[in-house]
């Protein structure tokens, strides 16, 4: 990781302490922590719970400072490190971003939830997207189907297929926030359907990739 993403993620986990540290004597006991789809809450947990988010910025941190190094192809994953640090950082600013709206809203400010985690999931998938399409092949990061993992080839394609859908879905949550009872299902569904779209389109690229050398051969 460079230095500079190295200290940015770490001052933001120890902002999102610092933050947790200063607000948790102003929370009431029991906290607003889960919203349903039109933004209305359906959970709740200890004013404790304020710490949950700052604990999970610290473990994804190590999590992913050790991924490259793990990783049996941690060779390739250098040649796209600069990308994956930009992921890294937009991720914690999006779990940063996604715990203030936390505390604004158990501070007695009410707003539609869903609206308000909206931009940080556009930025967030748009940014997914534009590291899968710079991914070279490995074990832990990107799009890693039977087909991908053993062929470049078919790597790459359905690397850069899967970032522009990524990108779409990023951009597409703008356009839901403007529907916030529709928003979720409609983002699960863009999920779902590339899901499906990326695993079918390795496995076709993968055989047609195969069918070809085949007829060099004869």
């Not at 809450?41 to 991924?67: A, D, H, R």
């Not at 690229?205 to 069918?211: A, H, P, S, T, V």
């Amino acid at each position: 990781m460079r230095k500079t993403a190295y200290f940015i993620s770490l001052s933001i986990i120890l902002l999102s302490f610092a933050f947790a540290f200063y607000f948790y004597p102003q929370l009431p006991e029991i906290i607003s922590s889960h919203w349903d789809s039109n933004g209305v809450v359906n959970g709740t947990l200890g004013s404790w719970s304020i710490f949950l988010i700052p604990v999970l910025l610290t473990l994804f941190f190590f999590m992913f400072l050790f991924i490259p190094k793990l990783d049996p192809m941690k060779e390739n994953i250098k040649k796209f490190n600069d990308h994956y640090d930009d992921f890294v950082l937009i991720f914690n600013l999006f779990m940063f971003y996604t715990f203030a709206l936390v505390v604004i809203w158990n501070m007695g400010y009410s707003f539609n939830m869903t609206v308000g985690i909206m931009p940080g999931l556009a930025i967030l998938f748009y940014f997914i997207g534009v590291m899968i399409t710079k991914t070279e092949r490995n074990y832990t990061i990107g799009i890693r189907t039977p087909w991908t993992l053993e062929n470049d080839k078919v790597w790459e394609k359905t690397s850069k297929v899967s970032g522009g859908l990524f990108k779409i879905i990023g951009l597409s949550c703008l356009f839901l926030m403007f529907f916030p009872s529709y928003s979720f299902a409609l983002l699960f569904s863009l999920i779902m359907f590339s899901v499906v779209f990326i695993f079918v389109y390795s496995y076709l690229e993968y055989g047609k990739l195969n069918k070809e050398s085949k007829k060099r051969t004869k």
